[in-house]
């Protein structure tokens, strides 16, 4: 069975000059969709663009029929043409079904890109034409905070590095899901750390400016370990940094932790593995803070502290609150190292 093309399986192929002849980018991520018809004009040398390079925007089409007739012209100056078919999405099913036959049998000198920018594609008879004929469909994804750091561990890892547990997570919290500021930082560290280097948290405090000791990483751990000495000093850490620690990001954090700690109670198979597996982990060294909180907190405590996010969430946007949101952050914390639990007594 072949391989789901991916983001960086595609720009591979296009950069080893391997493009195949017809693709379809879909889906609600446009970041992706922006990037790879980047790397399809740049197929095309720049000097010889305006006669073998064709944008096409499908609102604009008189007829399915025009993309066609691009697409069976011969290239100018080189071996092949690039035909791009901008904002597919906004036109129905019967568009892209209009060029199934054409899917079935493109155009050997011609590689057509079609995009439908922020949604999936439809048209079921151009995309069983598109399988059959090896055509590639790509669905850009959108990023979630429970992929990013898989995200950001695959782009670094393209990047011919490779990165420390802690400093993956150091650059997941600071870039969200912002896959722009993604690459831009990662970009930092190729040039400044060269092929083959280790990204360690002291490379990513140095290049980019997140604190090695005071950052979202540190604070999860000591909230695992109930040391509640080293997250009120990360906290005040955070208060007087608050442009780059802002407590949405904080609470986005600490909801996925108890979110996880609370499936990972439930798991039927709680080894290393089966909670690798429930938890959509890709590596041994996430599970630390996981087990050290299921020795520091039980499982009312942990649904209770999920209500407290949440509610802290609000009061932090103003909703029942006119207290700063850092210090509506240090009751919080408070309350998470001292839960009430099912039975009313704090631990």
């Not at 990360?234 to 108890?258: G, M």
Request: net charge neutral; charged share 20%.
């Amino acid at each position: 069975m072949a391989e789901t093309p991916t983001y960086m399986s595609i720009c591979r192929d296009l950069r080893a000059g391997r493009p195949s002849g017809i693709y379809l980018l879909h889906g609600e991520e446009g970041y992706y969709i922006d990037a790879l018809v980047r790397q399809f004009e740049a197929l095309v040398p720049e000097s010889e663009r305006d006669f073998d390079l064709t944008t096409l925007y499908a609102p604009e089409l008189s007829s399915p029929l025009d993309v066609v007739n691009a697409c069976k012209r011969y290239p100018m100056f080189g071996t092949r043409q690039v035909v791009i078919v901008k904002e597919a999405q906004t036109q129905g099913a019967n568009f892209l079904n209009a060029l199934a036959a054409y899917a079935q049998a493109p155009a050997p000198t011609t590689v057509l890109c079609i995009c439908c920018r922020g949604q999936q594609a439809r048209g079921a008879d151009f995309l069983k034409a598109l399988k059959a004929s090896g055509g590639v469909c790509f669905e850009s994804k959108k990023v979630t905070d429970r992929n990013i750091s898989s995200v950001v561990a695959e782009f670094i890892r393209e990047q011919g590095l490779s990165v420390d547990p802690k400093a993956l997570t150091m650059l997941s919290d600071f870039v969200g899901t912002d896959l722009s500021r993604i690459y831009n930082e990662v970009g930092k560290l190729t040039i400044t750390l060269g092929k083959g280097a280790m990204v360690t948290p002291e490379a990513v405090e140095r290049n980019i400016g997140i604190s090695k000791d005071y950052n979202n990483f540190e604070f999860l751990a000591a909230i695992a370990s109930r040391d509640e000495a080293k997250a009120l000093t990360i906290l005040s850490y955070f208060r007087a940094n608050p442009k780059n620690n802002p407590v949405q990001v904080i609470a986005v954090v600490l909801f996925n932790y108890f979110a996880n700690l609370l499936s990972a109670y439930y798991a039927t198979d709680r080894s290393d593995h089966g909670l690798m597996q429930e938890l959509g982990f890709r590596w041994p060294a996430q599970l630390k803070d996981i087990k050290t909180g299921m020795q520091n907190y039980g499982p009312w405590h942990v649904i209770e502290i999920i209500s407290l996010i949440r509610r802290f969430d609000c009061a932090s946007k103003g909703n029942g609150s006119r207290l700063a949101p850092h210090d509506l952050l240090f009751d919080l914390t408070y309350r998470i190292l001292h839960p009430l639990g099912q039975k009313g007594v704090r631990i």
